[in-house]
């Protein structure tokens, strides 16, 4: 596989091999690849998550909270 990069990002992957974290530039590549699927797999959550909470919300499911440590008592399960 052959992979082309702008100037600026081949000089940032050559950075990161110079600096002694990487021993080349196919594991600065691996690394990045990783972090993105993890991001991505993140936000996948967040979203899932986000959407739950606003059908929660809207279908009266929500328990008001007048202070930070309610909400965390609640969260903690020790409400």
Do not use: C, H
Request: aromatic share 6%.
């Amino acid at each position: 596989m052959n992979i082309s990069l702008t100037p600026e990002l081949e000089k940032l992957v050559q950075a990161k091999v110079a600096s002694g974290l990487y021993n080349n530039a196919s594991e600065v590549i691996r690394e990045a690849l990783r972090d993105s699927l993890r991001r991505e797999s993140e936000s996948d959550w967040l979203r899932t998550q986000a959407a739950i909470g606003y059908a929660q919300l809207e279908a009266g499911e929500s328990i008001p909270v007048k202070s930070k440590k309610e909400f965390v008592a609640l969260v903690r399960g020790t409400k």
